[in-house]
């Protein structure tokens, strides 16, 4: 081994691996030195790279002691996304936390969930944490569960896995109590109401004039923020918005109740809480006829159904989402006792 990067990600790995427990200390420069073949300089150019990575603290005259983040930070971390089985946005977002936690030098276990039906994917997420809990991750990015009358209560119950093993956790996309409520973790995601009003702005100034939004029952947070930013931008432009007039409680494929809906009147566009969403709904709408195939759809997330279809959509940054979800779990990870925070980036409306 001849240089000191070598060394440092050596000596990294162990750190991280728990090899050093709170009681030990890391071996002599010396030591380090004649175990990796290599000058007494050059180790301390890996321990110093050690310091800035929190990693260990140097006393004059006493040998390098890990730091308490390092001891929180023993393990692998974990991923429990339920969304992947449904919700298109989340394998790209997954792929690339894998990617940038393998270039920091992490390993991510990346949970698999098989099931389909809400209730199956609760269960599967609380086996989940479970299993997480018992291989002592030091950290979990989780999605919080919906689709469920008691999405709350569920998530809760994956979360508490988390807090009685001293687990830090960072929630991707949304919260795991509706707003205006806040949990006490970290959420990353999207600013959902802002991507809703721009794509209202979008539509009002295309020449909608009536404008429909899908809400499936049970959805995320996130689908609501969406609703209330399409509804504020036709409210702006001197529009009506009621939720009997504007939006549809039901599911995409429900073709009674969106026809019943439709009798009202059909609207210049339809909103959807997301493509995969508008893309159902779409057939739907084909089934129906009578013009009701014509309306304009709109979604959220541009991965690959809105480009399959020419949707209008928000696109998510996925590369910033992935980098501020990581950098958000180190320093929970490495500061446990920090407030919680709310890290919502701006998204780019698609227009097609």
Same mark, same amino acid.
């Not at 990617?99 to 390993?107: F, S, V």
């Not at 494929?253 to 439709?262: E, I, T």
């Given at each position: 081994?001849?240089?000191?990067?070598?060394?440092? /990600?050596?000596?990294?790995?162990?750190?991280?691996?728990?090899? $050093?427990?709170?009681?030990?200390?890391?071996?002599?420069?010396?030591?380090?030195?004649?175990?990796?073949?290599?000058?007494?300089?050059?180790?301390?150019?890996?321990?110093?790279?050690?310091?800035?990575?929190?990693?260990?603290?140097? +006393?004059?005259?006493?040998?390098?002691?890990?730091?308490?983040? #390092?001891?929180?930070?023993? &393990?692998?971390?974990?991923?429990?996304?339920?969304?992947?089985?449904? #919700?298109?946005?989340?394998?790209?977002?997954?792929?690339?936390? /894998?990617?940038?936690?393998?270039?920091?030098?992490?390993?991510?276990?990346?949970? /698999?969930?098989?099931?389909?039906?809400?209730?199956?994917?609760?269960?599967?997420?609380?086996?989940?944490?479970? +299993?997480?809990?018992?291989?002592? !991750?030091?950290?979990?990015?989780?999605?919080?569960?919906?689709?469920?009358?008691?999405?709350?209560?569920?998530?809760?119950?994956?979360?508490?896995?988390?807090?009685?093993?001293?687990?830090?956790?960072?929630?991707?996309?949304?919260?795991?109590?509706?707003?205006?409520?806040?949990?006490? $973790?970290?959420?990353?995601?999207?600013?959902?109401?802002?991507? &809703?009003?721009? %794509?209202?702005?979008?539509?009002?100034?295309?020449?909608?004039?009536?404008?429909?939004?899908?809400?499936?029952?049970?959805?995320?947070?996130?689908?609501?923020?969406?609703?209330?930013?399409?509804?504020?931008?036709?409210?702006?432009?001197?529009?009506?918005?009621?939720?009997?007039?504007?939006?549809?409680?039901?599911?995409?494929?429900?073709?009674?109740?969106?026809?019943?809906?439709?009798?009202? &009147?059909?609207?210049?566009?339809?909103?959807?809480?997301?493509?995969?969403?508008?893309?159902?709904?779409?057939?739907?709408?084909?089934?129906?006829?009578?013009?009701?195939?014509?309306? +304009?759809?709109?979604?959220?997330?541009?991965?690959?159904?809105?480009?399959?279809? &020419?949707?209008?959509? %928000?696109?998510?940054?996925?590369? #910033?989402?992935?980098?501020?979800?990581?950098?958000?779990? %180190?320093?929970?990870?490495?500061?446990?006792?920090?407030?919680?925070?709310?890290?919502?980036?701006?998204?780019?409306? !698609?227009?097609?």
């Amino acid at each position: 081994m001849s240089g000191h990067r070598e060394v440092f /990600e050596a000596l990294r790995r162990e750190i991280l691996a728990g090899k $050093y427990d709170a009681d030990r200390k890391l071996p002599s420069e010396m030591i380090l030195a004649r175990r990796f073949g290599v000058s007494r300089p050059t180790i301390s150019r890996a321990t110093l790279d050690l310091r800035r990575e929190g990693l260990i603290v140097t +006393r004059k005259g006493t040998a390098s002691t890990i730091t308490r983040f #390092a001891q929180n930070a023993t &393990g692998a971390m974990g991923l429990v996304v339920p969304g992947e089985k449904y #919700a298109e946005i989340f394998k790209p977002l997954n792929d690339r936390l /894998e990617r940038l936690a393998a270039l920091a030098g992490w390993d991510l276990i990346r949970g /698999e969930i098989a099931g389909t039906s809400p209730k199956a994917l609760a269960r599967e997420a609380l086996h989940l944490a479970g +299993r997480f809990a018992n291989e002592r !991750v030091c950290g979990v990015f989780f999605q919080p569960l919906e689709f469920l009358k008691n999405s709350a209560e569920a998530s809760d119950d994956v979360v508490r896995c988390f807090d009685d093993a001293g687990i830090a956790v960072v929630l991707l996309d949304y919260d795991i109590v509706p707003p205006p409520a806040r949990s006490r $973790y970290d959420v990353v995601g999207i600013d959902n109401v802002a991507a &809703g009003l721009a %794509v209202g702005r979008h539509l009002v100034a295309s020449g909608a004039r009536r404008i429909a939004f899908l809400h499936r029952p049970n959805a995320a947070p996130t689908v609501t923020n969406r609703m209330r930013g399409v509804a504020s931008a036709v409210l702006e432009s001197g529009g009506k918005w009621t939720l009997g007039e504007n939006v549809l409680f039901a599911e995409p494929g429900d073709r009674q109740s969106v026809a019943k809906f439709l009798k009202n &009147g059909l609207p210049d566009a339809f909103v959807a809480g997301n493509d995969v969403a508008a893309a159902a709904l779409g057939k739907t709408l084909a089934k129906i006829g009578h013009g009701a195939e014509k309306i +304009r759809l709109v979604g959220f997330d541009d991965v690959e159904v809105a480009a399959k279809l &020419g949707l209008t959509t %928000v696109r998510q940054p996925l590369d #910033a989402i992935a980098e501020a979800a990581m950098q958000t779990l %180190v320093s929970r990870i490495k500061s446990p006792d920090l407030p919680p925070r709310t890290i919502l980036l701006d998204a780019e409306l !698609v227009v097609r």
